[in-house]
């Protein structure tokens, strides 16, 4: 049983477009990390929330973490081709991380 | 700072063989985590090593070993392969600061395959 759901688990969309990928747990955690790994490559880290409630901007990404430190989700605006990827979520427990299904995003130029 | 480092980068075994590969965390993080990918599993927790003690343990089988040296460096090893082995096998790095909940950066990966 997977601690961490993310949906959808596939997304394409076209160049232009918004989009949202939701992180959710039954579970608590001490913070929430979003990844991004492109094929044959390791995750690279994108942002890391820690108080219920945060929001996160990077550029064109807007990262939320639920209120009860449970959830999370990734909305991207206007998605570019360089968007596409395998898109991660992963919690932390004390020195634990669990990590989402994945997103995996195409975005069609 | 350099990042995270894996050897080798790519790696081809047949069935029953062993085989060992490497992960150099990022300068000063002192925890090392091992992970296996694979398409339809997604990202499986291995092990985690911190100051040369596994602290924590994926359900894996035996075969599935890891150390890690004085240096923070670490070996995975696993042994009598199988062709379900095949996956890419990602190293993470963290500080483990006390309190939990660090950060981890990953290395490029290995990718493993089995014949």
């Known amino acids: 049983t997977q601690l961490l759901e993310q949906s959808p688990q596939f997304l394409s969309i076209q160049e232009g477009e918004n989009l949202t990928v939701y992180c959710n747990s039954s579970?608590?955690?001490?913070?929430l990390q979003w990844y991004r790994q492109e094929p044959g490559e390791g995750p690279v880290l994108l942002v890391t929330?820690?108080?219920?409630?945060e929001v996160k901007k990077l550029k064109r990404l807007t990262f939320q973490f639920g209120d009860a430190r449970k959830d999370s989700s990734l909305h991207i605006t206007a998605a570019q081709p360089g968007d596409t990827g395998l898109y991660l979520c992963a919690g932390a427990r004390g020195n634990q991380f669990y990590f989402g299904t994945g997103t995996s995003l195409t975005v069609i130029p | 700072k350099a990042g995270v480092t894996q050897t080798p980068r790519y790696l081809i075994k047949t069935r029953g063989q062993q085989v060992t590969l490497s992960c150099s965390p990022i300068?000063?993080?002192?925890?090392v985590s091992w992970y296996q990918q694979t398409p339809g599993q997604g990202l499986q927790f291995l092990f985690e090593y911190f100051s040369e003690t596994q602290r924590n343990k994926g359900n894996f089988p035996g075969r599935f070993s890891g150390r890690q040296f004085s240096n923070s460096r670490s070996e995975m090893n696993v042994s009598t392969l199988e062709l379900g082995d095949s996956a890419l096998y990602l190293c993470?790095?963290?500080?483990?600061?006390?309190?939990?909940?660090?950060?981890?950066?990953f290395g490029p990966g290995t990718r493993l395959t089995v014949l």
């Open positions: 300068s000063g993080h002192r925890s």
């Open positions: 579970s608590v955690f001490s913070s």
């Open positions: 929330v820690v108080t219920g409630g």
């Open positions: 993470a790095s963290s500080l483990a600061l006390a309190g939990g909940g660090n950060e981890q950066f």
